[in-house]
Nanobody
Framework: QVQLVESGGGLVQAGGSLRLSCAAS????????MGWFRQAPGKEREFVAV????????YYADSAKGRFTISRDNAKNMVYLQMNSLKPEDTAVYYC?????????????????WGQGTQVTVSS
């Protein structure tokens, strides 16, 4: 089992940027696909972005394409989500997750390990 801890959330104005980090421990995440999900108040958790174990493949939700970039550093056991041009509708708790499946899974059930989440609030 891998333990995940997110950081980097906060309050930002619309149009601003944030970089979320996810630190993994317990097991190396080098063989896991890593994803970011988010959950806004009163809404279901939704997929944001995923990166394959090697970093060679990524996939984004339509809402994130062109604005967010997922990356990873397997040597440091870290995963990142760079978020630019933030909008008020991006306000949510953001979760990092690890999946043992190959490729770039997007369903939350494919991810067996989850962090506790970090709050992102975008003001208008």
């Amino acid at each position: 089992q891998v333990q995940l801890v997110e950081s980097g959330g906060g309050l930002v104005q619309a149009g601003g940027s944030l970089r979320l980090s996810c630190a993994a421990s317990g097991r190396t995440v080098g063989s896991y696909a890593m994803g970011w999900f988010r959950q806004a108040p009163g809404k279901e958790r939704e997929f944001v972005a995923v990166i394959s174990w090697s970093g060679s493949s990524t996939y984004y939700a339509d809402s994130a394409k062109g604005r967010f970039t997922i990356s990873r550093d397997n040597a440091k056991n870290m995963v990142y989500l760079q978020m630019n041009s933030l909008k008020p509708e991006d306000t949510a708790v953001y979760y990092c997750a690890a999946s043992r499946l190959g490729g770039v899974p997007t369903l939350s059930v494919a991810f067996g390990s989850w962090g506790q989440g970090t709050q992102v609030t975008v003001s208008s």
